[in-house]
């Protein structure tokens, strides 16, 4: 049970559309949008461990157009946003909108978010710790999940509220956001190769 919630610590602690884009959301609209985004994001990302356990995506997945599609739209939204944050300059810019965007938006954002299903395939599927007890092992792994990923997406909140007040000098900003793009593009990487899989 240890390790399942380290490996839930690590995945979903890193950089991807989710923490990113509610870093940037709390960074724009300060931390009352940035709260009702997060709800939309922890509807959807629920919605997605929903459809992972129920084996739902794996059904919807093998329908090929679908799973096309699906790998398109994530593919071009997040090298979209990994592009506006490498080139956005020497202003650290985690994923910058002109539109406070609600819950809908964060339930949407997990839905084609190709990390939300394959972090929640990890989860489900590997890190037994109940055997002969599926059931009660998945609800276990709810609580836990949330628990940890409540916490984690409140500090990414945090993290965009309080940034923007610091004056960092331009090449660290510059910096910043090259690692950020890089992480996006690796979530990218991932994605294609889950699909030639």
Do not use: C
Request: a positive charge; hydrophobic letters at 60%.
């Amino acid at each position: 049970m240890v390790s399942f919630a380290l490996a839930v610590f690590l995945l979903i602690i890193t950089p991807g559309p989710g923490v990113l884009s509610t870093a940037g959301v709390g960074s724009a609209f300060g931390r009352t949008a940035g709260l009702r985004y997060v709800f939309g994001l922890f509807i959807g990302t629920n919605l997605v461990a929903l459809a992972v356990v129920s084996g739902l995506a794996a059904v919807v997945f093998t329908v090929p157009v679908v799973r096309d599609v699906l790998l398109v739209l994530s593919v071009l939204y997040l090298s979209y946003l990994a592009f506006r944050i490498a080139f956005s300059g020497a202003k650290i810019a985690f994923i910058e909108t002109t539109k406070e965007p609600g819950i809908f938006a964060g339930i949407a954002l997990q839905l084609i978010n190709p990390k939300a299903y394959a972090v929640n395939a990890t989860f489900f599927t590997g890190f037994a710790f109940l055997p002969g007890a599926l059931a009660s092992e998945t609800l276990i792994k709810f609580v836990i999940m949330n628990a940890i990923w409540v916490p984690i997406h409140l500090l990414w909140l945090t993290a965009g509220v309080f940034v923007q007040r610091l004056d960092l000098a331009p090449h660290i900003q510059f910096r910043i956001n090259l690692f950020m793009a890089a992480a996006m593009l690796a979530v990218v990487g991932l994605a294609i190769l889950s699909f030639f899989r």
